[in-house]
């Protein structure tokens, strides 16, 4: 029974299988021989649904003869397949025809890998659109891995006008793709220098790179469609458009969703130098409008569109209104963490609704350096909106408002921005109302209302806000025009510390007419009854909110805090002069206008009419005194110390005569400093310290102290790797040298001995390799290169150091040690060997054959001697700072030579160590380590 069951399971796994496993597509590859379009469509037309077509490498031309190439009708997933980019090329440049006609195919169709060149529409009767793929029909498509270069569409007569100069989507078909395309150098008359989506088709563009194109609109895209348009991690580069929408042109109904898009140095002679939106819902995310250029818009024009613009990037663009945004119609869209920066308009910086941005650096030579706001019945609402150092030549540095658009921003920062007339921070004209709650304006600059004015008719509000430090050159931080009919509300808010020249006429508020101010708490600084408060406090605290201008600032008093401290003659305008012992405040501060006394204020008193004149530097500080044999040396760091007097190089060193020399005795005076030379020597040593350029501060070199008339010199890596090889160095070796030729001789032979033996221990690591009729094998060549490594490692730290360390110590006890014990370690090294080799023959199953062993001992000193030893004197020299140096010094005859008896010298060499004490931090004199 368990039998039957099994076989029906396995039958039905077989019949389900065989059901579910996919037929595999057939292919049919063109065999050109003339290279024509032609044979292209020979076999295209002639496939059924699911067959890929592929065209093999070359230059197909005759695009007039056969005509587009079309797919068979109603077949679907065909595919035309060439063999990359810049293999497979399809050129009509010649024809006045274009490449591929996509009209009744089956669904899709695809076109991928080749490039398409010179496509054309001009004046074509059945069809002007799509200069190298045209759309019509209601079948999808995919075109994938293309380069579409020096397509167009053009002509006259035509009422519909010519669209889509590489490409042009006009068909009513399922949704279709356009992924990893790039298109350059193409034109339409019309629309869309690149691509023209004029149909129902729901179109995504993804990957595609689209530069140096142009079109009457839209010099990159024209996307007038009524379905979606998707758009992703795509680029716009350098297209123009002589009306609207340099890089890009979407209007109509249906979503236009974009992300990761960058649209860079494009220009209309319209709106929308980047990008023109006319209509529509837009959802982007991650979009770059740079070095865009237009009359209206240079970055992104927007009229009667709705949606959310995120991480919108809008830099360095030019227009002529709305140097980065220009918002008008009725337009409701909303730009959330934006930055829009550099940008330059001749009017106005327009924008829309914006959260969590900044605007900065903007110029306007119009009104609204970071943004003006003006279509007249709508709202704007934003919040968190930092406006930093924008400029306008006329009014509203950050903000302009105009007309009866009502705004709301909550909070906002306005800071560092200029005004040419009004209204450093923020300029308000017009009927509607401005709501601004919990902002702070600082540092902004204006001729009137440094931080904001209020214009006529406007009633609006400054709650909860922070008014301080701005500057306006005329009068009032805060400018309330003259009008009786309309009011503004400044409850909580505090309004002190500006600055400004006329302090007579209000720096912190002005009131055109007292009755505009309203609220419940009168900000710090209110207007009184003339609508003037000079002055105010000189800080701002939340705790300290009062009633009166009685808190001034310093140097002013009075009702108003208009009367200047320490004034002898008073006038409209502030002081003309001050008390004696006080200077006119002339620069511009909370004191302007009044007096200072000009030593407390750490400044030089000129004139009651003048004002202070700032004080001296104080003098210098007196000549250095040193004692005899020194003189003052100053350095870049201003410091000066005392330096040794080098009386050799005087011209007043006399000293003649045969085998007499001039020394320079340090501290000595004087300048005829002779002795009798008994021989000039050299001495070498190798040194380490941090860096090769000290090397010179050396103290003591081969057992005697460094002079200050001896010549120290740091000898070149080169000569550090000859004077240090183990072999080369025994014909480079100098008689000054203590690691003399017979000390090298014998570390030579310690690692000759050394890489030997370490060949004979692998014997017994591996004796099959080593056996007699096992060949040259892979794990003989092995054994070679570890002997290599082992041996070379072995020899560079026993065969040498010891020996170089004791020969160059400053102990002729330890340098004899070193050598005997040379001479010892070499008798063991050798004994060890010939016991290792006769253990090798004596053992069953090993032998010891000399051809390998000699390669492997060859193999190991060619590597010591070309590779290790060189390697790891670099390595040294550059990273240790070890180098030879080489000291040339006169030896003198005691009787004569100005220095202390033997005893002293010889105390100062037992005392080495300390002599070398104050160079630890830079250098280590002869270290034990390898030359």
């Keep these: ?54 065209v ?24 035309l397949q060439g063999a990359g980019l810049g293999r497979t090329i399809i050129d009509c440049s010649a024809d006045n025809e274009r490449i591929v006609m996509l009209a009744n195919t089956g669904q899709n169709a695809i076109v991928e890998h080749m490039t398409l060149r010179g496509g054309s529409a001009t004046d074509l009767a059945a069809d002007r659109h799509g200069g190298c793929v045209e759309h019509s029909g209601s079948g999808s498509f995919v075109l994938r891995h293309l380069h579409l270069d020096g397509c167009s569409v053009g002509g006259s007569g035509s009422s519909i006008g010519y669209k889509g100069g590489a490409i042009h989507v006009g068909g009513s078909s399922a949704a279709s793709r356009i992924e990893d395309v790039r298109i350059t150098n193409s034109y339409a008359q019309t629309g869309g220098g690149a691509l023209a989506h004029t149909s129902s088709t729901a179109l995504t563009l993804e990957r595609v790179v689209i530069e140096d194109c142009s079109a009457g609109i839209g010099g990159g895209l024209y996307i007038a469609s009524t379905s979606s348009f998707f758009m992703i991690d795509s680029t716009v580069r350098r297209t123009t458009a002589v009306a609207d929408g340099g890089g890009l042109y979407l209007k109509l109904s249906g979503t236009r969703d974009l992300s990761s898009v960058t649209v860079a140095d494009c220009s209309a002679g319209g709106n929308g130098g980047g990008m023109s939106a006319t209509t529509g819902n837009f959802l982007v995310n991650s979009i770059v409008l740079s070095g865009n250029t237009a009359v209206s818009g240079g970055g ?15 830099l360095g663009n030019v227009a002529v209104t709305g140097g980065g945004v220009h918002s008008f119609g009725s337009s409701s869209f909303g730009l959330v963490g934006a930055v829009i920066s550099g940008n330059t308009a001749s009017g106005g910086n327009g924008g829309g609704s914006l959260t969590d941005s900044i605007l900065s650096h903007n110029v306007a030579t119009g009104c609204g350096g970071g943004m003006t706001t003006s279509i007249s019945g709508s709202t704007s609402s934003s919040s968190n909106v930092t406006f930093l150092a924008n400029t306008a030549s006329s009014n509203g540095g950050g903000l302009c408002a105009l007309g009866a658009h009502t705004v709301d921003i909550l909070p906002a920062f306005f800071t560092g921005n200029t ?39 406007s009633s609006s509000s400054l709650r909860n806000s922070l008014v301080t430090r701005n500057l306006a050159t005329g009068v009032g931080a805060v400018y309330l025009e003259e009008d009786g009919s309309s009011f503004v509300d400044l409850d909580g808010s505090q309004v002190c510390g500006n600055y400004g020249p006329a302090p007579q006429l209000g720096l912190n508020i002005y009131c055109g007419t007292i009755g505009r101010l309203s609220g419940g708490t009168p900000p710090t600084g209110e207007c009184h009854g003339t609508g003037l408060c ?85 003098p210098p500080p007196p000549p250095l005194s040193c004692d005899v044999g020194y003189e003052p040396q100053a350095y870049d760091n201003g410091t000066t110390s005392c330096v040794d007097v080098d009386e050799c190089a005087q011209a007043s060193a006399n000293c003649t005569g045969t085998g007499v020399v001039c020394i320079n005795e340090e501290g000595s005076a004087g300048t005829n400093e002779c002795t009798t030379a008994r021989e000039t020597r050299t001495a070498d040593a190798l040194i380490s310290f941090n860096s090769p350029a000290t090397s010179q501060y050396a103290r003591v070199v081969n057992r005697r102290i460094v002079r200050s008339d001896d010549t120290v010199v740091t000898l070149p890596l080169h000569a550090k790797m000859v004077r240090g090889h183990s072999l080369v160095g025994i014909l480079a070796v100098r008689a000054s040298d203590p690691f003399n030729r017979s000390a090298r001789v014998l570390s030579l032979a310690l690692s000759l001995a050394v890489m030997l033996l370490t060949v004979a221990l692998l014997l017994f690591a591996d004796p099959a390799s ?20 082992v041996g070379t490692t072995l020899s560079a730290v026993l ?13 002729e006890l330890l340098a004899r040690f070193g050598f005997v014990a040379g001479l010892v370690l070499a008798g063991l090294l050798t004994g060890g060997i010939v016991v290792l080799f006769t253990l090798a023959d004596q053992l069953p199953g090993y032998s010891l054959p ?82």
């Design 1 to 54: 029974m368990l039998k039957p069951l099994l076989v029906a399971m396995v039958v039905m796994v077989m019949v389900i299988g065989t059901a579910t496993t996919p037929t595999t597509a057939a292919t049919v590859t063109v065999s050109p021989t003339s290279y024509t379009v032609a044979e292209i469509q020979s076999v295209l037309s002639s496939v059924t649904a699911g067959t890929t077509v592929v």
């Design 56 to 79: 093999p490498s070359g230059t197909y031309t005759g695009c007039a003869i056969s005509g587009p190439l079309s797919f068979p009708s109603f077949a679907d997933n065909v595919v």
């Design 300 to 314: 992104l024009s927007a009229s009667a569109v709705s949606g959310t613009f995120t991480n919108a990037y809008v």
């Design 419 to 457: 005004a040419g007339n009004h209204g450093g921070g923020i300029y308000i004209a017009g009927p509607a109302v401005r709501t601004f709650d919990s902002a702070k304006l600082e540092g902004n600059v204006a001729t009137n209302g440094s931080a904001v004015w209020f214009g006529a008719g």
């Design 534 to 618: 000079a002055h105010g406090p000189d800080t701002c605290t939340f705790a300290f909110v009062p009633t009166s201008c009685s808190s001034c600032a310093a140097g002013w008093s009075g009702l108003e805090c208009d009367v200047p401290e320490n004034c002898a003659e008073v006038s409209v305008s502030g002081c003309l002069a001050c008390a004696p012992q006080h200077g006119l405040v002339t620069e511009t501060s909370a004191r302007y206008g009044g007096c200072e006394h000009c030593a407390s204020a750490g400044k030089i008193f000129v004139s009651t009419w003048q004002p202070c004149a700032a004080a001296p530097p104080p």
């Design 770 to 789: 080593y056996a007699s009729g096992s060949g040259w094998g892979a794990d003989v060549l092995l054994n070679m290169l570890l002997s290599a490594v």
């Design 799 to 811: 065969g040498t150091s010891v020996i170089r360390w004791a020969m160059r110590s400053r102990s």
């Design 850 to 931: 000399f051809d390998k062993v000699l390669a492997s001992w060859l193999v190991s000193i060619v590597i010591s001697w070309l590779v290790t030893e060189p390697a790891m004197t670099a390595f040294k020299f550059l990273v240790f700072g070890e180098v030879f140096v080489r000291v040339t010094y006169i030896e003198r005859m005691m009787s004569t030579a100005k220095v202390g008896p033997a005893s002293e010298l010889n105390a100062a060499l037992e005392s080495a160590s300390a002599i070398t004490s104050d160079m630890s931090d830079s250098a280590h004199s002869l270290p034990s380590s390898l030359g």
